[in-house]
């Protein structure tokens, strides 16, 4: 019975031993690395950070430069488009001006006929 009260005092004073020992180091010995890991970790996330403002700031610029693409595109369609009305106006004029020339035409070359029957 001793040898079991002695084996369970020695088992709780190596569980103290070891919980002194993790407390000392969690206490003192590691707060020094988890500063130097907490200043590392600070440093990478304003290096990611200004890189993600640089990324942001070119990524608007060429979404300017885009819409004034877009922009200029627009304009140069409705000038074309308005070009093109225009130019089918012309064409629907012209037409009407062939089918009455070919309609004098015509009648110009039966007067042909009949006066050469004549």
């Not at 304003?46 to 922009?71: F, M």
């Not at 200029?72 to 106006?89: A, Q, V």
């Amino acid at each position: 019975m001793n040898y079991l009260l002695v084996e369970i005092f020695l088992c709780l004073l190596l569980a103290g031993v070891i919980g002194l020992v993790i407390g000392w180091f969690l206490r003192g010995g590691c707060k020094q690395e988890l500063l130097q890991n907490t200043n590392i970790w600070i440093e990478k996330m304003k290096k990611i950070t200004t890189q993600h403002a640089i990324d942001l700031e070119r990524r608007e610029q060429e979404i300017g430069v885009l819409k004034n693409n877009s922009n200029l595109i627009k304009s140069n369609y409705k000038d074309m488009e308005n070009r093109f009305i225009n130019l089918k106006g012309k064409v629907q004029k012209y037409e009407i001006q062939l089918q009455e020339k070919k309609r004098k035409l015509d009648s110009l070359e039966k007067n042909i006929k009949s006066n050469e029957k004549d």
